[in-house]
Nanobody, 119 residues
């Protein structure tokens, strides 16, 4: 299984970024794809997830109403649209294949993409 994350960058507070995770090398119908993030000096935390089959979503409270996760099954990609960004959203963002029940237990990790939000 390979996960390729892209779309990070530098943005001012209040701005938007769209991250994309391209998944390959496996079948994901029983799993979900999630985004996690890790800020400097902090533990990695769950951000959002989407069930590959059915599209059920789950969000961390800190991003609800600002971030939207979506999937394109034909392209095997999962996007994270991030709006109204805050400096505290600054982190390395990782996509992962996670279990299909809690949608938070990682099975496979992709590499990170850096998001920096300036105040």
């Amino acid at each position: 299984v390979q996960l390729q994350a892209s779309g990070g960058g530098l943005v001012q507070a209040g701005g938007s970024l769209r991250l994309s995770c391209a998944a390959s090398g496996g079948t994901f119908s029983n799993y979900a794809i999630a985004w996690f993030r890790q800020a400097p000096g902090k533990e990695r935390e769950f951000v959002a997830a989407i069930k590959w089959s059915g599209g059920r979503t789950n969000y961390a409270d800190s991003v609800k109403g600002r971030f939207t996760i979506s999937r394109n099954n034909a392209k095997n990609t999962v996007d994270l649209q991030m709006n109204s960004l805050k400096p505290e959203d600054t982190a390395d963002y990782y996509c992962a294949v996670v279990d299909g029940y809690t949608m938070k237990a990682p099975r496979y990790w992709g590499q990170g993409t850096q998001v920096t939000v300036s105040s």
